[in-house]
């Protein structure tokens, strides 16, 4: 299958610092990548969906101020976690969808975010 | 609004015994697919098996296998010859517009799977 990537997989950072996220498609072109995020045994919550060229689309609830989203290319998008506090601390994943008309959408190996 | 259930947030099944993961959507919509993912300890999401509301038959991808009942909105996940590497979160994943591959997905609560030897 299609492979994505996360960098970085861990990052600590402190309270008040700025941490971006990278999520690259490394074997297809993705026209659409979406952000989750996941807290200890709970379910992903769909944070925003990306689609190349344009700006994302946040879901209800989610600051677009907050967490920038830039998905400036087919195989890249980014998201930055802006003045980071320790109630961002989370695994945030990645997922990515091609053009090839296979269902299923493709996710990165998450990054695991700790505020101090 | 579409919505995705999973009651069970635990399950214990011994190993080689099959178990069934409950999954129960909610959709307006006629042309949507359902998704089961698996989430071991790592993190990562492995997705297992997929099934489109028109198809007549259930999906099956080696010791998975989907029972779908259209009528009564439920998906549920059947893993046969459970083996140890087989616990881990599960999660059933519903996206509207069957052929709407920029669709997103709508995650149920998950069901945690332990396989006892």
């Known amino acids: 299958g299609a492979v994505v990537s996360q960098h970085p997989s861990r990052v600590i950072c402190k309270s008040g610092t700025s941490v971006k996220i990278e999520c690259r498609s490394l074997d297809f072109q993705a026209t659409t990548m979406f952000w989750y995020r996941q807290f200890p045994k709970q379910s992903l919550m769909l944070m925003a969906t990306s689609n190349e060229g344009s700006k994302a689309t946040y879901e209800q609830g989610v600051e677009k101020d907050k967490f920038l989203i830039n998905h400036a290319s087919l195989t890249l998008s980014t998201l930055t976690v802006t003045s980071a506090h320790p109630e961002d601390s989370s695994f945030y994943i990645c997922s990515a969808v091609g053009t090839s008309g296979i269902n299923e959408q493709f996710f990165g190996p998450g990054t695991r975010l700790t505020v101090l | 609004a579409q919505k995705i259930t999973q009651t069970q947030p635990g399950m214990f099944v011994q190993e080689k015994e099959a178990v069934t993961l409950d999954c129960t959507y909610d959709t307006s919509d006629q042309s949507y697919g359902l998704f089961w993912y698996k989430q071991p300890s790592s993190g990562e999401m492995i997705f297992l098996i997929y099934?489109?509301?028109?198809?007549?038959q259930n999906a099956t991808e080696g010791r998975y296998s989907l029972n779908f009942q259209k009528a009564r909105k439920s998906a549920n996940l059947v893993i046969s010859a459970s083996q140890l590497g087989d616990s881990a979160m599960y999660f059933c994943a519903m996206r509207e517009l069957i052929y709407n591959q920029g669709g997103k997905l709508i995650f149920g609560q998950g069901t945690e799977l332990s396989v006892k030897p």
């Open positions: 099934q489109g509301s028109y198809d007549e």
